[in-house]
């Protein structure tokens, strides 16, 4: 596909998508790191003569319906204060007349059952005032929706900053070894893809979260009330009899007698686990055990929390994962919603090589599958050059 810096911008109309998709409270943004993520783009796109930037994105599920409280007018006014440049938000994102401003912001595409539906017609609309499309919002590269794919069907195309770090980070083709993910999360069923895929990649991979315990389930331990997944139990059994050594799995976890805060808990290793027992993080000697591997590594790979994070007791676990693998001298790559939640709360994200906000196009690309926002750029790309 065409980078950004591939293509000659002077007194072009650019169209760019981002994922402005950010959390809002009472009328403002709360969390601005996606809209700082797309300044380098925009800031390249100005200031290599562009004569117009038309910014189109998504906020929410409103369901082809317009909604009030998912109305992009927030995000205009955070946009506005990071460039120091007023950027007028339209009240559609089709059938608009575009102000004559350096920049501009179209209203929630997700107001329109067309842009889910992957329509054409809608994306013509979209394209009608534009010389170029820019593609800055890997996050949303797993969906086929028509400003992802349509667009570049009809306009050059090419990829914005934040969508090359996304793909350059997540490509594990080349990465030094040894390598080791960290795998967490509540279900097996969700991360088999990922899972099988990873060890294409990586040397070993640690199990945590609630998924572990289908994994113990497998090898035959008592789980108690430990939630797991029955359907799953012969795949994770498979999987650990075809990796030897590679997969691998905590020794002892933290056990309660119920999901909330003051919840009575205490350490056990896993063949000690009673069958009124609910596990709920990783055990104290296991985050001992992750780190030493982990200390061997050249590459980490973290998805997933290794407990119950949203309740501080059951968090523990996750959290000294988190500080040991930013300390390591290692290439270090993080992703998922709760995850980044994690870094985020103890304030470690300048300290990873990267951390990935793309959720679920993120764990998609991870699990190998060809996404449809990448595949439109590629096909873009040679249609245009001929």
């Given at each position: 596909?065409?980078?950004?810096?591939?293509?000659?911008?002077?007194d072009?109309?650019?169209?760019?998508?981002?994922?402005?998709?950010?959390?809002i409270?009472?009328?403002?943004?709360?969390?601005?790191a996606?809209?700082?993520?797309s300044?380098e783009?925009?800031?390249?796109?100005?200031?290599?003569?562009?004569?117009?930037?038309?910014?189109?994105?998504?906020?929410?599920?409103?369901?082809?319906?317009?909604?009030?409280?998912?109305?992009?007018?927030?995000?205009?006014?955070?946009?506005?204060?990071?460039?120091?440049?007023?950027?007028p938000?339209?009240?559609?994102?089709?059938?608009?007349?575009?102000?004559?401003e350096?920049?501009?912001?179209?209203e929630?595409?997700?107001?329109?059952?067309?842009?889910e539906?992957?329509?054409?017609?809608?994306?013509?609309k979209?394209?009608?005032?534009?010389?170029?499309?820019?593609?800055?919002?890997?996050?949303?590269c797993?969906?086929?929706?028509?400003?992802?794919?349509?667009?570049?069907?009809?306009?050059?195309?090419?990829?914005?900053?934040?969508?090359?770090?996304?793909?350059?980070?997540?490509?594990?083709?080349?990465?030094?070894?040894?390598?080791?993910?960290?795998?967490?999360?509540?279900?097996?069923?969700?991360?088999?893809?990922?899972?099988?895929?990873?060890?294409?990649?990586?040397?070993?991979?640690?199990?945590?979260?609630?998924?572990?315990?289908?994994?113990?389930?497998?090898?035959?331990f008592?789980?108690?009330?430990s939630?797991?997944?029955?359907?799953?139990?012969a795949?994770?059994?498979?999987l650990?009899?075809?990796?030897?050594?590679?997969?691998?799995?905590?020794?002892?976890?933290?056990?309660?007698?119920?999901?909330?805060?003051?919840?009575?808990?205490?350490?056990?290793?896993?063949?000690?686990?009673?069958?009124?027992?609910?596990?709920?993080?990783?055990?104290?000697?296991?985050?001992?055990?992750?780190?030493?591997?982990?200390?061997?590594?050249k590459?980490?790979?973290?998805?997933?929390?290794?407990?119950?994070?949203?309740?501080?007791?059951?968090?523990?676990?996750?959290?000294?994962?988190?500080?040991?693998?930013?300390?390591?001298?290692?290439?270090?790559?993080?992703g998922?919603?709760?995850?980044?939640?994690?870094i985020?709360?103890?304030?470690?994200?300048?300290?990873?090589?990267?951390?990935?906000?793309?959720?679920?196009?993120?764990?998609?690309?991870?699990e190998?599958?060809?996404?449809?926002?990448?595949?439109?750029?590629?096909?873009s790309?040679?249609?245009?050059?001929?």
């Amino acid at each position: 596909m065409l980078k950004i810096t591939d293509i000659d911008f002077k007194d072009q109309i650019v169209l760019l998508r981002t994922d402005y998709n950010v959390p809002i409270k009472n009328g403002a943004v709360t969390d601005d790191a996606r809209i700082r993520a797309s300044l380098e783009t925009i800031k390249y796109i100005v200031n290599a003569g562009a004569g117009q930037i038309i910014i189109i994105s998504h906020l929410g599920r409103p369901e082809g319906k317009v909604v009030e409280e998912m109305r992009l007018t927030p995000v205009a006014k955070k946009l506005s204060e990071l460039l120091g440049i007023n950027v007028p938000k339209l009240d559609d994102c089709i059938d608009v007349k575009i102000p004559n401003e350096r920049i501009v912001l179209l209203e929630n595409l997700r107001f329109h059952p067309e842009e889910e539906a992957n329509d054409d017609f809608f994306a013509r609309k979209l394209a009608v005032n534009a010389d170029v499309f820019v593609n800055d919002a890997f996050s949303d590269c797993h969906r086929a929706h028509s400003s992802m794919v349509q667009i570049p069907k009809l306009l050059p195309s090419c990829a914005g900053f934040q969508l090359i770090r996304e793909v350059i980070n997540l490509n594990l083709e080349n990465i030094a070894k040894p390598a080791v993910a960290v795998m967490g999360g509540s279900k097996v069923s969700t991360k088999i893809g990922l899972i099988q895929n990873m060890l294409k990649k990586v040397d070993i991979i640690l199990i945590g979260g609630a998924m572990m315990f289908t994994f113990l389930k497998a090898m035959g331990f008592e789980v108690g009330k430990s939630r797991y997944e029955e359907d799953n139990v012969a795949t994770a059994k498979k999987l650990l009899k075809e990796n030897k050594k590679r997969i691998v799995l905590p020794i002892d976890a933290v056990v309660a007698d119920k999901i909330e805060e003051g919840a009575k808990a205490r350490n056990a290793s896993i063949e000690n686990i009673r069958k009124d027992d609910i596990g709920v993080d990783i055990g104290e000697a296991t985050v001992r055990y992750y780190n030493q591997i982990l200390d061997g590594a050249k590459t980490v790979i973290w998805n997933g929390p290794m407990g119950i994070i949203e309740i501080d007791a059951f968090a523990r676990g996750t959290e000294e994962i988190a500080l040991h693998i930013s300390q390591l001298k290692a290439t270090t790559i993080a992703g998922g919603g709760e995850t980044i939640s994690v870094i985020d709360k103890l304030k470690i994200g300048n300290k990873f090589t990267f951390v990935s906000t793309a959720g679920g196009a993120a764990l998609e690309f991870l699990e190998g599958k060809e996404l449809p926002g990448l595949k439109a750029l590629e096909d873009s790309e040679k249609k245009f050059e001929q």
